[in-house]
């Protein structure tokens, strides 16, 4: 698949979240963006996981007005990833509607565990 294809199928999902986390990435100017594959960094981090996408950027509950942030905040999806886990475009549009809502979470501060608790 191409990755305007990923990006269409991105935004099909972004419409089937609950309204409020919408709105949060709006409110907040979180870009979600759609890349081919998982960088070594993350890869290297979660071995043996497929990792279907990072929230990158400071998140809420720690920033500061001394905080400096050199990058835009934002929720990378990973091609690569999707592709492996699911040949239906239905199935990767669900996932990847859970991903950004999880992502949103860690942007709020909640770390992995307390996701997973949290069912998210």
Request: no cysteine; charged share 35%.
């Amino acid at each position: 698949m191409e990755l305007s294809e990923f990006e269409e199928i991105i935004d099909k999902a972004l419409n089937k979240i609950p309204r409020k986390f919408r709105e949060i990435l709006k409110r907040e100017d979180i870009q979600v963006l759609a890349r081919e594959e998982v960088p070594d960094a993350f890869g290297d981090q979660h071995k043996g996981y497929l990792v279907f996408g990072v929230f990158i950027g400071i998140p809420y509950n720690k920033r500061s007005m001394f905080s400096i942030q050199m990058e835009p905040t934002r929720i990378e999806l990973y091609k690569s990833s999707f592709e492996r886990a699911f040949s239906e475009r239905k199935d990767m549009e669900e996932q990847i509607a859970k991903t950004v809502v999880h992502e949103i979470g860690h942007y709020f501060g909640f770390s992995e565990k307390e996701l997973r608790r949290r069912n998210l």
